[in-house]
């Protein structure tokens, strides 16, 4: 079973930066796509950001398109997501999931695992 840790969340004025970094035991790392979901108050878990198993594809939401960047290290079992030109609607919780399969799909629903979450917040 795959577990996931985040962290590096915080909070940030509008216009900034944060990377995002999540490390992830158990599993076989490489087999997986992995993904950034996010969750804000009152509102569902949505999806952010997906990579597959080589780091070949990514997929992004609309909302995050050129501002967000995921990454993802095979040898060190570490994912990451570079959060740019920040904006207040981009406060939530954020969280690491791992896909069932290692192709990138990009929806919350192909998530089988995640972390515990980091929170984000960006003041305007």
């Known amino acids: 079973q795959v577990q996931l840790v985040e962290s590096g969340g915080g909070l940030v004025q509008a216009g900034g930066s944060l990377r995002l970094s999540c490390s992830v035991s158990g599993g076989t790392f490489g087999s997986h796509a992995m993904g950034w979901l996010r969750q804000a108050p009152g509102k569902e878990r949505e999806f952010v950001a997906v990579i597959s198993w080589s780091g070949v594809t990514t997929y992004y939401a609309d909302s995050v398109k050129g501002r967000f960047t995921i990454s993802r290290d095979n040898d060190k079992n570490m994912v990451y997501l570079q959060m740019n030109s920040l904006k207040p609607e981009d406060t939530a919780v954020y969280y690491c999931?791992?896909?069932?399969?290692?192709?990138?799909?990009?929806?919350?629903?192909?998530?089988?695992?995640w972390g515990q979450g980091t929170q984000v917040t960006v003041s305007s």
């Open positions: 999931a791992a896909d069932r399969y290692a192709l990138a799909t990009p929806k919350a629903e192909a998530f089988t695992s």
